[in-house]
């Protein structure tokens, strides 16, 4: 069964840092997404990305983040100088288009800014 | 998206069904309802949705009453694995880029 992946799996940084998060989503969706979860919160959503621009971001998704679609499999989440508070797990989504918006999460990358 | 209800956590024994009630009384006609879980801070995992009629598939069934403001997932015939956060999503199908909003979800634990 085709499912989303990220890398890595866990990523340890120093505050003022950059970090990029990869994400391969499912192959044939054209939808994709990031999400985040700090440690005992609720799963929120940060950007929504379609056709090689954001469909909708929140509040939360900054000037520090930027997403990108670098080629025909990946997609990124960049922190350009990390902050302690983005300490958390980020979840890659992608869904297909076509109606159905069933969108399917990948494992997650476990940042931690010390 | 309408504003979800769930019971903040419920408890199972092994074997028997579990039913996990979710409350969307403010739910609009083109809003679908969505489950999903969490397994311990893996990703959410989809379960399954429907418009108004009850669904079926290999993980669950979904039951969602005629007035619509009210929804039961159904887990058959619960495991240990399924114990996690299930989280009860209303929104609206065909927005493929739009946002899923998370509650708080209810924590089931599956007994032995």
């Known amino acids: 069964e085709p499912e989303v992946t990220q890398t890595p799996s866990h990523q340890v940084t120093q505050m003022g840092q950059e970090v990029i998060l990869r994400c391969v989503p499912i192959?044939?969706?054209?939808?994709f997404y990031w999400y985040r979860q700090i440690l005992g919160q609720k799963v929120e959503f940060l950007v929504s990305f379609y056709n090689n621009e954001i469909s909708e971001k929140s509040e939360i998704f900054d000037d520090q983040f930027s997403v990108e679609r670098p080629d025909g499999s990946n997609f990124t989440l960049k922190i350009r100088s990390t902050k302690l508070e983005d300490s958390a797990m980020y979840f890659c989504a992608s869904s297909e288009t076509s109606g159905r918006a069933t969108q399917y999460f990948g494992p997650g990358t476990r940042l931690l800014v010390l | 998206d309408a504003k979800t209800t769930q019971p903040t956590s419920m408890d199972c024994a092994e074997g028997r069904a579990a039913n996990l009630p979710c409350n969307h009384s403010?739910?609009?006609?083109?809003?679908?309802v969505y489950w999903y879980r969490q397994i311990h801070s893996q990703g959410p995992q989809y379960i399954i949705h429907g418009l108004k009629n009850n669904e079926t598939n290999e993980m669950a069934s979904l039951i969602i009453t005629e007035d619509r403001k009210s929804s039961t997932l159904i887990l058959p015939h619960a495991t240990l694995r399924d114990t996690a956060v299930y989280y009860c999503?209303?929104?609206?199908?065909?927005?493929?880029?739009?946002?899923?909003?998370f509650g708080e979800g209810t924590q089931l634990t599956v007994n032995p």
């Open positions: 192959s044939n969706h054209l939808y």
């Open positions: 999503i209303v929104r609206v199908d065909g927005t493929s880029g739009s946002r899923l909003t």
């Open positions: 403010t739910i609009s006609g083109n809003e679908y």
